[in-house]
């Protein structure tokens, strides 16, 4: 068993939160990311893209994980069909609003494998001795999103991978936010552009790994989250109840009685 992943911000200044800062928002129900969003803690600390000692590949569900409202999302793929040109599942990971594993599994493809991309994918033969069901991961990574915010890039193809759907109300894209557009050449930009001219960090310069990438698209959510809720908020506007006026009763007037 692993040691419990708390949502608490690590390595915090006792100067910037206080213990009775931490129970007073525990008490009052503040998530640990927005206490985090609020004191700025770690939104420009890209360490943790390249820190690989905290990454168990295909452990599952870390076990004992807090999870908060947040969670990043990438996956890998390798070649199914005749060329090898069509695309399967091989590799879901998942991580918290601070970049911490929540979730990583290898998954073993339904079709034969033509074209295991290894050079890109990272995904090869030998990881499929321990990989889980498609069904299984599936099942699981549905349980993990449900009600919670997914950030990602480009996650429309992530989802259409696990044959699953998420509330666009509930979905951060940093390939289709427009205040990264003039960072592609194209519809919309790469991720590992976006990690070198946001970030100045390199990434994908080999083999992929779907928990840096999803590192990566958590850091660029984290860095332009104010801009990303304006514009969350122009497209879909507030939540609001609505209530609706009960049909006023017909006045019925009694007649009067002649004697």
Known sequence: MGNAQSSQPQDVPKATITPSLAL???????????????????????????DTSSVKPNQGLTPNVELG???????????????GHESALARVSVVDFHGRQVYDSYVRPKERVTDWRTHVSGIAPKHMHGARSFEEVQAQVAE?????????????????????????????????????RKYGHGPK?????????????????????????????????????????????????????????????????????RN
């Open 24 to 50: 007073w928002a525990e008490d009052n129900g503040i998530s640990s990311e927005a206490l985090a969003e609020a004191y700025g803690l770690g939104i420009k600390d890209t360490a943790m893209i390249k």
């Open 69 to 83: 409202k947040y969670l990043a999302m990438d996956c890998e793929m390798v070649g199914v069909g005749a060329d």
């Open 144 to 180: 993990l999103m449900k009600g919670r915010i997914l950030v990602g890039h480009d996650i429309r193809h992530d989802l259409q991978a696990l044959l699953l759907e998420h509330p666009t109300k509930l979905v951060r894209d940093t390939a289709r936010f427009s205040g990264f």
């Open 189 to 257: 930009p790469a991720l590992r552009v976006l990690a070198k001219e946001i970030l100045d960090v390199e990434i994908q310069t080999g083999q992929h790994s779907s928990i840096e990438d999803a590192r990566v698209a958590m850091l660029l959510f984290r860095r332009h989250k104010p801009a990303f809720d304006v514009e969350h908020a122009n497209k879909f506007g507030e939540d609001r109840v609505e209530h609706k006026a009960k049909p006023q009763q017909k006045k019925t007037t009694k007649k009067k009685r």
